[in-house]
């Protein structure tokens, strides 16, 4: 970017000289070349100057500094011209072309490049897959057509031999979907013969030089092109701008991501492997016979087209001729006949090949399944890279056929950019000072027109029965265009030594005089192809060979009608190209050689002055001073700027169209910098429009907001509406699931209170959302009246038990399964005489003296239970808890108290959640007590642990006001004795018949029965 950054030296627009003459334009030219800035804007034409190096101008920034800019926001590049090619084409619709010309070595190839990997830059940023695709393929294909369509010559190391036009097709969003590539006259005449310091395609030095071993010997073929007859003029000339090597590998990368298969490459490369070994094939007499020269050859040849080696030696040897009666006879050729025919061959090969690889490379990336209705317009970008005007100390039929063509290029140049220019003009009665330019519908006319042209000489010459000879077609175009002021010859002229008699004509044309030798002339105009080569090639057995030679199917004995001769056809796919330009709207990029010798410093003033003067540069800058450079019909220009003028926006209420444009202008202030034509507005510098587009994209936000605040409270007012009705139906339908549930329930409950269980068993309907709460607390004021019911049928005196239970069931938290709920609960064991028949009546008796002595109210609990005694052994001892005391008690000594604990020292329990009877009251002076309830005659395997939590918890939740915490341990239980911490843990051992403690390492462990 550092080309484009810096200060601008000359004039960057021609238009802006102070003098419009050739040595105002040269000096600016040629100090913009100096100081490295070699683009420079005619209006909207690009100058492009070949600068012969590499130039920092066209990396990402730069890409990013010129997308979706005016033309005139940045100094001239080839990217604002192609940007305003995109924006035309995006913003109106509208196909566009850019045309890229110039002679030979100019940078026109390079140029297109550049052209099109900056419309592959802007496009597609969401980045589909199948865009970039198309994108890959199109740019991709430019390594492939200049492998096989360019060659070095004598002026430029990478010329291009062939003409090409590329249509690039783009979808609604401004993204490429697809193109199509039209090529015009490949010199195929360079497959057998090159000038001297010239080489011959880069394909078959890429593949000698780049190709694998294995590829090569696959191919019987050498890496040394001096090896090989068409390569070997040009094996030592070196070009400067590329390598075989890389180049071979980038055209396999090229082939695979266009999408060849392997066989198709294989089948290419085969086919250049056969054009080489076809140039190292010789022809001598022996005797009235002529033999090939080289078995070897024959059999390559015959191997790489899949065909038989009799019948290529056969088709070299001899010619099929069909006779008047239908027989058909071999004539055998010449040495020299044998020689053309090889030639003729090779050359028609690799049309075809180059034919087809652009035909393979259309087939994918050509649109399709394209539908207007649904995927909206199709518009096109074309891209128009051909060759130059060419002038050489030897020029032939190809060189009449290349300036021909560039002769038509500069025609539709004048009608487009100059004649049509002052014929609008004219047309809209906008004043206007003619200027003279050279119109070369003359030059044109020499050529191409019927019966009178010298393409008509050629064609009448070639059809002419008998032994028509270069010679006689050169004094037939003496004698029909002798008095033609662009045409000459040494016959016409005798003075003139630089032509010789017989041999050359000069052509007068815009670019300046070439002269023409005749020599080759009908040869290469009839192109003429044995028919036993088409034969043999479809007659191949490789598909890709047989595809390109559908002509091969024909008998001998067919007749045809007579093909077109060359220079018909290439005047025919002419003529169609410049139809096809002249319908889009046109971009130019004029290019020019500095020098001849390829120097980055060197700037020829007479070279430059010819090209300026044959491009009509000059003609084109007074053309664009004096005339206009925006016009737009007036129904568009209000339809585009309307925004920018409060009289015309949204919709004005003049007359006419012309009086609301008169209004916009007016506003803004541009009065002298316009004028109106009848149906058009012309604004006379860029800059106007510039202000208009910046004042448009200000404003288009606004509007846009201003559309998107409508449609959007449009659509909010919509949504609104339909949200109240829709609340409406929800509000009636949630009021009617409510009420089904209402009834539901009342339906179910009906009689629950007719019911043993009252509504215990009743299955509640599932509620609808909104009353999930509600359905909670109902069911919970379910279960409390049921309570409620069953609580009043208790009789006051099972009261107690049954708060004791339920005490119970809360403190154990379901972690033990069976803690005795299902049975009577008598508390008071020891006084129990079913339970203890034997020491009740004594127990009875001492209960009743502590009760005096220590005046407590109830007995909790009692039984018999087994513990540890001071001593840590085991004994059989009674448990009695009252109301303020916890006593143990020794049976066998009339129930003698051992140890009276407080009970509101007790802090909590500690049970296991198996069966047994183990339980452990903890006190505040960590003097535990650890106990193992003993069964009576009640039962001998009651559970009573629940029975002792359940009542030590109502105890003291009801009558002391405190939570009693209660642990459930599954594997140990942690006491403290004496203040030691100490574990007790169970085992079930055979052979135990009651409840034990045993001493262990870390406490005791409790020994079970099995």
């Not at 130039?55 to 010129?66: L, N």
């Not at 050359?504 to 005749?518: K, Q």
Request: glycine share 6%; net charge positive; aromatic share 10%.
């Amino acid at each position: 970017m550092a080309e484009l950054e810096g200060f601008e030296f000359g004039k960057s627009d021609f238009v802006l000289l102070d003098e419009v003459t050739m040595e105002q334009f040269l000096e600016n030219l040629k100090l913009r070349f100096e100081k490295g800035r070699i683009y420079t804007f005619i209006g909207e034409v690009v100058v492009s100057v070949n600068p012969y190096r590499q130039m920092d101008v066209y990396g990402k920034d730069a890409i990013d500094a010129y997308r979706g800019r005016e033309l005139y926001e940045n100094p001239p590049h080839l990217y604002a011209v192609a940007d305003a090619a995109y924006k035309a084409m995006k913003r109106r619709a509208k196909d566009t072309c850019i045309v890229i010309s110039g002679e030979s070595g100019a940078g026109k190839t390079e140029a297109s490049k550049y052209i099109m990997q900056y419309i592959a830059a802007i496009t597609n940023p969401s980045q589909r897959a199948e865009v970039e695709s198309v994108k890959n393929v199109l740019l991709k294909s430019n390594c492939v057509l200049e492998a096989f369509g360019n060659a070095k010559t004598n002026r430029n190391d990478n010329s291009s031999r062939f003409g090409k036009y590329m249509d690039i097709n783009f979808n609604f969003n401004g993204d490429p979907t697809g193109g199509h590539i039209n090529n015009y006259l490949l010199e195929k005449s360079r497959v057998v013969q090159q000038q001297e310091g010239e080489r011959n395609f880069h394909s078959f030095y890429q593949l000698l030089r780049g190709g694998s071993d294995e590829l090569l010997k696959s191919l019987h073929l050498s890496k040394d092109p001096t090896d090989y007859t068409y390569t070997s003029p040009g094996a030592s000339v070196s070009t400067s701008s590329s390598d075989d090597r890389s180049c071979h590998r980038a055209v396999m990368g090229a082939l695979k991501v266009i999408g060849f298969s392997e066989e198709e490459v294989s089948s290419v490369y085969k086919i250049l492997s056969t054009i080489l070994h076809l140039g190292n094939l010789h022809f001598e007499t022996d005797g009235e016979s002529v033999q090939v020269v080289g078995g070897d050859s024959v059999r390559h040849i015959s191997e790489l087209t899949d065909t038989e080696p009799e019948s290529v030696n056969k088709a070299l040897l001899y010619r099929t001729v069909a006779t008047g009666g239908g027989e058909v006879i071999e004539k055998g050729h010449s040495e020299q006949e044998a020689s053309y025919g090889r030639d003729a061959f090779a050359k028609a090969l690799y049309e075809r090949l180059f034919a087809w690889i652009v035909g393979r490379i259309n087939s994918v990336i050509e649109v399709k399944n394209y539908n207007p209705a649904l995927h909206g317009k199709n518009t096109v970008i074309g891209v128009l890279d051909i060759y130059g005007f060419e002038i050489f100390d030897n020029n032939s039929f190809e060189q009449f056929c290349i300036n021909y063509c560039n002769e038509k290029l500069q025609q539709l140049f004048i009608e487009l950019i100059l004649r049509q220019e002052q014929e609008e003009y004219h047309r809209e009665g906008i004043t206007w000072q003619h200027i003279d330019y050279f119109n070369n519908q003359i030059i044109v006319d020499l050529v191409e027109q019927p019966h009178k042209g010298i393409i008509s000489i050629l064609d009448e010459a070639c059809l002419t029965a008998g032994k028509v000879t270069d010679t006689v077609c050169l004094d037939s175009m003496n004698h029909k265009l002798g008095q033609h002021p662009h045409y000459t010859s040494r016959k016409l002229n005798p003075t003139d030594k630089s032509m010789e008699f017989h041999r050359h004509f000069r052509i007068r044309h815009y670019a300046g005089d070439v002269t023409y030798s005749v020599e080759g002339f009908l040869d290469k105009n009839k192109d003429p192809l044995f028919q036993d080569f088409k034969r043999l090639m479809y007659n191949s057995s490789d598909p890709v060979l047989k595809e390109m030679w559908p002509d091969g199917q024909l008998s001998i004995t067919e007749v045809t009608k007579r093909p077109l001769t060359a220079a018909t056809l290439f005047k025919n796919s002419i003529i169609a190209l410049v139809d096809k330009l002249a319908c889009k709207e046109p971009y130019y990029v004029r290019c020019i050689k500095p020098n001849e010798v390829k120097s980055p410093m060197l700037f020829d003033d007479a070279r430059c002055r010819h090209q300026v003067a044959y491009l009509g540069l000059l003609e084109n800058v007074r053309v664009r001073r004096a005339g206009f450079a925006y016009r737009q019909p007036y129904e568009r220009f209000l339809q585009r700027y309307k925004m920018t003028c409060e009289y015309t926006w949204p919709n004005h209420l003049m007359s006419s169209d012309r009086e609301a444009v008169e209004a916009i202008v007016v506003q803004h202030g541009f009065e002298g910098d316009v004028a109106y034509g009848h149906t058009k507005l012309f604004v006379r510098t860029p800059r106007s429009l510039f202000t208009l587009e910046q004042e448009r994209a200000a404003l288009i936000p606004i509007l846009v907001l201003f559309l998107q605040k409508v449609w959007r409270g449009a659509l909010a007012r919509m949504r609104c509406r339909q949200m109240r009705a829709i609340y409406k139906v929800m509000g009636c339908y949630k009021r009617y699931k409510v009420k089904a549930h209402f009834w539901e329930v009342e339906r179910r409950f009906a009689s629950v209170r007719n019911m043993t269980d009252y509504g215990k068993s009743v299955e509640w309907p599932t509620p609808p959302a909104a009353l999930m709460q509600f359905h909670k607390i109902t069911q919970h004021l379910h279960r409390r009246w049921r309570a409620r019911q069953i609580v009043k049928n208790i009789p006051p005196s099972d009261m107690a038990e049954v708060r004791a239970k339920v005490a119970a069931l809360g403190a154990l938290s379901g972690e033990r399964l069976d803690w005795g709920f299902n049975r009577a609960w008598e508390r008071d064991y020891l006084a129990n005489a079913r339970d203890c028949p034997l020491t009740s009546s004594n127990f009875v008796r001492i209960t009743k003296e502590l009760k005096n002595k220590d005046q407590y109210s109830q007995v909790l609990f009692s039984g018999f239970v087994r513990m540890l005694n001071w001593f840590n052994n085991t004994k059989d001892r009674a448990l009695l808890i009252t109301d303020k005391h916890i006593y143990r008690l020794e049976p066998k000594k009339h129930f003698k108290v051992q140890k009276r604990i407080p009970i509101e020292t007790v802090t909590s329990l500690s049970v296991s959640s198996g069966t047994d009877q183990m339980v452990v009251l903890h006190t505040v002076s960590q003097e535990d007590v650890l106990v193992y309830l003993q069964s009576g005659q009640l039962g001998p395997k009651q559970d009573r642990v629940g029975e002792l939590v359940g009542t030590l918890c109502d105890h003291f939740t009801r009558v002391r006001k405190v939570h009693l915490p209660v642990r459930v341990c599954s594997t140990g239980l942690q006491v403290h004795m004496s203040g030691k911490p100490k574990s007790i843990t169970m085992e079930t051992r055979p052979g135990q018949n009651t409840a034990d403690f045993k001493k262990s390492r870390g406490g005791f462990t409790l020994l079970l029965a099995q």
